[in-house]
């Protein structure tokens, strides 16, 4: 049973850093896709980041350079650095995960997500 689940949310200033964090559990394959979105109210969801087990990655273009995936094997914990924040950039943040998909999807058409953690920036 696959589980993910977001910490790291908050409230920040513009021009601030919020580091997400995503614990995973449950799976039992070494291939599969990571990744993060968001959500804000009457918007669409937006991919953030994907990355796969080979190291590859792919960023939403206009987050590039202010947003940083990265994963710790020990832990099992993925997370999500977010510097220079925007007012704009005020959502629920949802990790994802999957078995089967590559990175040519999206990290919201994953199947697996956690809970979400919130992302307000004043």
């Known amino acids: 049973h696959v589980q993910l689940v977001e910490s790291g949310g908050g409230s920040v200033q513009a021009g601030g850093s919020l580091r997400l964090s995503c614990v995973v559990s449950?799976?039992?394959?070494?291939?599969?896709?990571l990744g993060w979105f968001r959500q804000s109210p009457g918007k669409e969801r937006e991919g953030v980041v994907g990355?796969?087990?080979?190291?590859?990655?792919h960023y939403a273009h206009a987050l590039k350079g202010r947003f940083t995936i990265s994963k710790d094997d020990a832990t099992n914990t993925l997370f999500l650095q977010m510097n220079n924040l925007k007012p704009e950039d005020t959502a629920m943040y949802y990790c994802?995960?999957?078995?089967?998909?590559?990175?040519?999807?999206?990290?919201?058409?994953?199947?697996?997500r956690g809970q979400g953690t919130q992302v307000t920036v004043s």
């Open positions: 990355a796969d087990t080979n190291g590859a990655t």
């Open positions: 994802a995960a999957d078995l089967l998909r590559d990175l040519d999807y999206h990290p919201y058409e994953y199947e697996h």
């Open positions: 449950g799976y039992t394959s070494n291939s599969y896709c």
